[in-house]
């Protein structure tokens, strides 16, 4: 088996750093791009509109990468999505960027899941896990970055900010060079001819579009919430969020130690727990910066226990034969809670009701993964017996 170098391991780390970005790397330039385009009515859905493309071409990218494998599917999204990045530079017109945002989502929807998939064809077991949760803090790593050269960018013209998706041609020639050209390989997987079944499949996609929800219910209201209540501004509002996602980086690497010890399904409620209790903490302690701040950091903690470990499950759940597919599910569901959280606004104008619903789902969200960790532990007693 061909070993992946530490440059090689960070080819694959910057590939997966491109899909936290898809929608935010023009965020800190949005007025003025959309001023451009003429949808200043409609600015936030060029931030939005790659995340549904990710979800509409999620399984074309499951089935292409099962059937060329994740190294040319890899291959092939990097090249389509800086491409498709940058060329929106020259469009004009509402339906040609709306479409052209919505094609970003579907190279997204391959570079996530194929970068995944072929760091799994390289690494297995723990080392697999501990790769999965660096990928994740990469990605987080990566979204405070891309979005720091945005607005650099952003202050030189409107139309600078879509270079940074050129970055993807970057990771190619890493790609290129320093990660070794392998079909998907039959590593341990040949052994392991019995797939977990659908439904346990079900409950970790559906645990990742949960934990992401509610993840983006925090992240798109926290600016109204710090201005209301504390009166920050866009600058402050910035460094408070970059700090939610430098946190996020620390609970990822600090989640495999937590699955080792626990369980990945522990894990998870650990992590719908945090959400759920820093939206207690929003909904109680506007009048104190300092729980703002504590908020923040526990909802940090539950993005980092939940969204890297879930993609993790869904690899250890898969085989080489659907393992494609099933990333491919991951990344649209992923995408998709980061989708509906945008339709927040329209529940209420009041941020304390919308954070006292956020804590409702969260009971429930606990309850459900609490029956469902018990009846996992009584079906292994059952097997072992």
Do not use: C
Request: hydrophobic content about 55%.
């Amino acid at each position: 088996m061909n070993k992946l170098s530490r440059v090689g391991v960070f080819s694959l780390m910057l590939a997966a750093s491109l899909t936290i970005m898809v929608g935010s790397a023009i965020t800190p330039a949005l007025i003025q791009i959309s001023e451009h385009y003429g949808v200043e009515d409609m600015a936030t859905w060029l931030t939005t509109l790659p995340a549904l493309g990710v979800v509409l071409f999620a399984p074309i990218a499951g089935r292409l990468i099962d059937r060329v494998g994740s190294y040319v599917a890899l291959f092939s999204g990097l090249i389509l999505y800086g491409a498709i990045g940058v060329s929106a530079i020259w469009l004009s017109g509402t339906i040609p960027i709306f479409a052209d945002r919505i094609l970003l989502g579907g190279a997204t929807a391959i570079v996530m899941s194929s970068s995944t998939g072929l760091l799994a064809e390289f690494f297995v077991g723990e080392e697999r896990l501990k790769m999965i949760a660096l990928q994740g803090m990469s990605i987080e790593a990566g979204g405070i970055i891309f979005l720091s050269i945005g607005g650099v960018l952003g202050g030189l013209g409107w139309q600078w900010p879509f270079m940074i998706y050129l970055i993807a041609w970057v990771a190619l020639l890493f790609l290129i060079i320093f990660v070794p050209f392998r079909k998907s390989s039959n590593l341990e997987e040949e052994q392991k001819s019995n797939t977990t079944n659908a439904t346990s499949i079900l409950s970790v996609l559906l645990a990742a579009l949960l934990a992401m929800t509610m993840f983006f219910i925090a992240f798109i209201t926290l600016p109204f919430y710090l201005a209301e209540n504390f009166g920050l501004g866009s600058a402050s509002t910035g460094y408070f969020l970059a700090m939610i996602s430098l946190v996020a980086v620390i609970s990822a690497s600090v989640m495999p130690k937590m699955v080792k010890r626990f369980s990945d399904y522990q894990t998870l409620l650990t992590g719908f727990s945090l959400f759920t209790i820093g939206f207690i903490i929003l909904s109680v302690g506007q009048s104190l910066f300092a729980l703002a701040i504590l908020a923040g950091i526990v909802i940090g903690f539950g993005f980092g226990f939940t969204i890297p470990l879930a993609n993790h499950m869904v690899v250890e759940k898969s085989n080489v034969s659907n393992r494609g597919k099933n990333l491919a599910y991951f990344s649209s569901f992923t995408f998709l809670g980061q989708f509906l959280s945008s339709f927040v606004e329209g529940i209420s104008s009041n941020l304390v009701v919308i954070y006292l619903i956020a804590v409702m789902f969260g009971f429930l969200i606990i309850i459900f993964y609490s029956l469902w960790l018990k009846r996992n532990k009584k079906r292994q007693t059952l097997q072992i017996q």
